[in-house]
């Protein structure tokens, strides 16, 4: 059995990056609150060309249209299109955030190591 080379797992996160461009974020039990592609302005690739670690950033506030207050964020997944039932990734889990007023901002950070070590 061969083992995939550097270039290999670049070409993984490369297609990656190209191809799984929606982050859900869910409440904490689990429910989505808010699904948005790399076509909004509030998410972003966030790490350095070439890295092994694939960082996919998005920032909601309380005035967003999508959420309805009082809100509480506790999870993120990555989905390849706005009507995935199916996550590419796990849920990635962070200490719940509780959204009250349309001031308050949440910008969650969902790291896609590749390879896993």
């Known amino acids: 059995m061969a083992e995939i080379t550097q270039l290999g797992y670049q070409g993984i996160r490369d ?3 190209a191809n799984w461009n929606f982050i ?3 409440d904490n039990l689990g429910a989505p ?3 948005l592609s790399t076509a909004d302005p509030r998410v972003t690739w966030t790490h350095s060309a070439g890295a092994q ?3 996919l950033s998005i920032v909601v506030t309380g005035s967003d249209a999508e959420v309805t207050l ?3 964020f506790a999870g ?3 989905y390849t299109s706005a ?3 199916e996550a590419v ?3 990635e889990s962070f200490s719940p955030f509780e959204m009250t007023m349309a001031e308050d901002q949440i910008t969650v950070r969902h790291r896609i190591e590749v390879p896993q070590v």
């Open 15 to 17: 297609y990656i990056e």
């Open 89 to 91: 990734t796990a849920t």
């Open 53 to 55: 670690t694939l960082e």
């Open 24 to 26: 859900e974020l869910k």
């Open 33 to 35: 609150i808010v699904r």
């Open 76 to 78: 993120s997944a990555i």
């Open 70 to 72: 009082p809100k509480t």
């Open 83 to 85: 009507e995935a039932t």
